[in-house]
T-cell receptor
Framework: EDQVTQSPEALRLQEGESSSLNCSYTVSGLRGLFWYRQDPGKGPEFLFTLYSAGEEKEKERLKATLTKKESFLHITAPKPEDSATYLCAAYNFNKFYFGSGTKLNVKP | DAMVIQNPRYQVTQFGKPVTLSCSQTLNHNVMYWYQQKSSQAPKLLFHYYDKDFNNEADTPDNFQSRRPNTSFCFLDIRSPGLGDAAMYLC?????????????FGPGTRLTVT
């Protein structure tokens, strides 16, 4: 069954405490793996697309990586404004499969 | 700025009273999607349009309908809203060209059913 699983469901970090969010996928014929940021009451905001294993993308304190089974979103020295829910989605030319997200809370 | 716009941002309707949500885009993307998202859950795809071709998800209730009169606009009609239809409704677009599969989302419409 094609599906995407994210862990942990929730993550609390102190400001400056680096960590990683995990997105495991079992989607056949993967054509792209996407990361989104979603703030409360708003639509998801596109962050990254990864297309093949070994690919990495960076934006400010965020770095996304992809293997054949999972993707990681690394957050380096997070700030309180990084607090949000981070969603990943896998696409296989048939449909997008979303995970339930990781709710990140960064405390000052 | 090119964007996806949803109106209204908040909608309150009565049980059983039809409601229409709208989405417009200035990205000129050929694919438009409607998702339903409930608290702390993944967005659930209701249907999508690839150009004018309508694609309904198998588990989307018949109560939900959609129209896409032109490339820029798409509507979600809920014919007889129930309490279980209270949710955030998200519209998204995608170019579906070459490597450009990523979706761009609007701000969402929060639907309350009383």
């Amino acid at each position: 069954e094609d599906q995407v699983t994210q862990s942990p469901e929730a993550l609390r970090l102190q400001e400056g405490e680096s960590s990683s969010l995990n997105c495991s996928y079992t989607v056949s014929g993967l054509r792209g793996l996407f990361w989104y940021r979603q703030d409360p009451g708003k639509g998801p905001e596109f962050l990254f697309t990864l297309y093949s294993a070994g690919e990495e993308k960076e934006k400010e304190r965020l770095k996304a990586t992809l293997t054949k089974k999972e993707s990681f979103l690394h957050i380096t020295a997070p700030k309180p404004e990084d607090s949000a829910t981070y969603l990943c989605a896998a696409y296989n030319f048939n449909k997008f499969y979303f995970g339930s997200g990781t709710k990140l809370n960064v405390k000052p | 700025d090119a964007m996806v716009i949803q109106n209204p941002r908040y909608q309150v309707t009565q049980f059983g009273k039809p409601v229409t949500l709208s989405c417009s885009q200035t990205l000129n993307h050929n694919v438009m999607y409607w998702y339903q998202q409930k608290s702390s859950q993944a967005p659930k795809l209701l249907f999508h349009y690839y150009d004018k071709d309508f694609n309904n998800e198998a588990d989307t209730p018949d109560n939900f309908q959609s129209r896409r009169p032109n490339t820029s606009f798409c509507f979600l009609d809920i014919r007889s809203p129930g309490l279980g239809d209270a949710a955030m409704y998200l519209c998204a677009t995608s170019a579906m060209s070459g490597h450009g599969y990523e979706q761009y989302f609007g701000p969402g419409t929060r639907l309350t059913v009383t």
